[in-house]
């Protein structure tokens, strides 16, 4: 479908009726903002996108479009070309967002998950970062070389920048990550990687991933000593309390039984009272009765 220069600014899309067998959208030349965008995503979102190629080129997206777009192809394997040239609206962090999406430097799953199958255009008349264009543009050469099989070509990726110190430090700078690599890294796959690493870049490198890894993992010796020796404080403070806990109850269920004994006492006092209180009562009674029987016998003599 061709669509360039046709004056179209935002599209809207029906969900329930988008085109079966759309393969290719041209929309060069045109005015499409943020809103043309989150329509253009729809066409890409889902298990069933059949659109393989997206023209952009030349009209009026900005960084919020591209995060659009960018979220909508993190799991779509259908499109294969992008081309988003000439929008000058798109700064460094829109460029930014479209390197992350097929090389995610954040994590070693992050970068086989990335993006592997798009092939990306991207060139801006102005407000362009060269070394950001650079490195996507490596990154699209690794999916290129790789056509036919997204996974290898994540593995590439992975062994390119994730393993090399220089080029994962200026992807780490660019995407704003801050985390050392071998810290996710298990001890037990460090000679592979060491392995890889002298393979792929030489003896020098392997000497920087020596000492990286080496500092990494006394680092996380030490943190794990630290957490053992936290740990056995506070199962000692525990299992302390828990004593004392228990002699408390045991003295509280002593002290419980005595009240019980005592009300028990004090309520049979109390019914022995009654019991008393009602036999001087009777004999009271029946002393009246008598004298008053007494006197009349008196008085009638």
Known sequence: LNCDRCGIGSIEIDTEHIPKH??????????????????????????????????????????????????????????????LS?????????????????????????????????????????????????????????????????EAAGREKVIKTQLHSEIRAELCRLQGVHQSLYSEIDPLHMPEVLSLIGRHHGQGELHLALKASIMTLFSTVNMKKCIQQQKAYHAAKVTKHAAIVAEHAAIVAEHRTKIEELDAKLTSMDEAVEVNEGSHELEHRSNKRRRKWWWGLWGGA
């Open 22 to 83: 759309l393969t290719f959208l041209r929309l060069n030349h045109n005015s499409i903002n943020t809103d043309g965008c989150r329509g253009i995503a729809k066409l890409l979102q889902g298990g069933d996108s059949t659109l393989t190629h997206l023209y952009l080129y030349g009209n009026k997206i900005d960084d919020n479009g591209v995060g659009i777009l960018a979220d909508a192809l993190q799991n779509n394997n259908s499109l294969t070309t992008l081309n």
């Open 86 to 150: 000439e929008n000058d609206g798109i700064s460094k962090q829109g460029m930014t967002m479209l390197l992350k999406l097929v090389n995610d430097i954040s994590s070693i799953k992050a970068t086989l998950e990335s993006n592997h199958t798009l092939d990306l255009y991207c060139k801006l008349s102005f407000n362009a970062d060269k070394e950001i264009q650079r490195h996507i543009g490596e990154a699209i050469t690794i999916s290129r070389n790789n056509v036919s099989n997204p």
